[in-house]
């Protein structure tokens, strides 16, 4: 069983569409996540739930909109897409009182945006 | 200066070789340190963490922390062509936001 799982994987679509990546964990966790990692592999933190709540919002354009309709769902919309979005998207889990030690991802989301 | 620095590499040994991977930091406030391992198009999965100064072991892999040096290190003994992948080194202070800084990671190949 896919401890978390996201879709789709791979996403080529063009400026100014607008786009979801969808995920779910099955851990049972209490806390979700959206990283992003460009190109030179940074990872870096976008939101952060926590029991369905926001806890986290970086310095991320309002463009993007993370929606998180139970524990175990962490989406995220993408509006007005530009060219600069292109990148992996992961969305990972954990519990929240083993802090940021023990994170899960899922494979990642690759978005091309041309 | 970032607050976490990794060397991307890549990094070529052949098999066999002890690894030695590391990462430089500068908030002396880290108190948690992690390793990630990514395989290429996959997630990064957690190796191991520590806390605070010292060494952990787990199996082939041993993770070192010096505090003093902001400097912590990730060992891989008799490396394996399957240990080929990038290693993100990651970490956090123990208050406020629990959300870990990660490094850049370092491309690893163990070639046959």
């Known amino acids: 069983d896919t401890a978390v799982s996201q879709t789709p994987k791979y996403l080529v679509t063009q400026m100014g569409n607008d786009k979801s990546i969808k995920c779910e964990q099955n851990?049972?966790?209490?806390?979700m996540y959206w990283y992003k990692q460009d190109s030179k592999k940074f990872l870096k933190i976008m939101f952060s739930y926590n029991n369905k709540e926001l806890i986290i919002n970086e310095t991320v354009p309002n463009r993007f909109s993370p929606k998180s309709p139970d524990k175990a769902h962490l989406n995220l919309h993408i509006n007005s897409l530009e060219l600069g979005d292109s990148a992996v998207y992961f969305c990972?889990?954990?519990?929240?009182?083993?802090?940021?030690?023990?994170?899960?991802f899922g494979e990642g989301s690759w978005l091309t945006v041309v | 200066q970032k607050e976490v620095e990794q060397d991307p590499g890549p990094l070529s040994v052949p098999e066999g070789a002890i690894v030695s991977l590391n990462c430089t930091y500068s908030?002396?406030?880290?108190?948690?340190f992690m390793w990630y391992r990514q395989y290429s198009r996959k997630g990064p999965e957690l190796l191991m963490y520590?806390?605070?100064?010292g060494n952990k072991e787990d199996g082939r892999f041993t993770a070192q922390v010096d505090k003093s040096s902001k400097y912590i290190s990730l060992f891989i003994r008799d490396s394996q062509p399957s240990d080929s992948a990038t290693y993100l080194c990651?970490?956090?202070?123990?208050?406020?936001?629990?959300?870990?800084?990660f490094g850049r990671g370092t491309s690893l190949i163990v070639h046959p």
């Open positions: 851990l049972g966790h209490d806390t």
């Open positions: 990972a889990s954990s519990q929240y009182e083993t802090g940021g030690n023990t994170i899960y």
């Open positions: 908030n002396s406030a880290f108190q948690y």
């Open positions: 520590t806390y605070s100064s």
């Open positions: 990651a970490m956090r202070t123990s208050g406020g936001s629990y959300i870990p800084t």
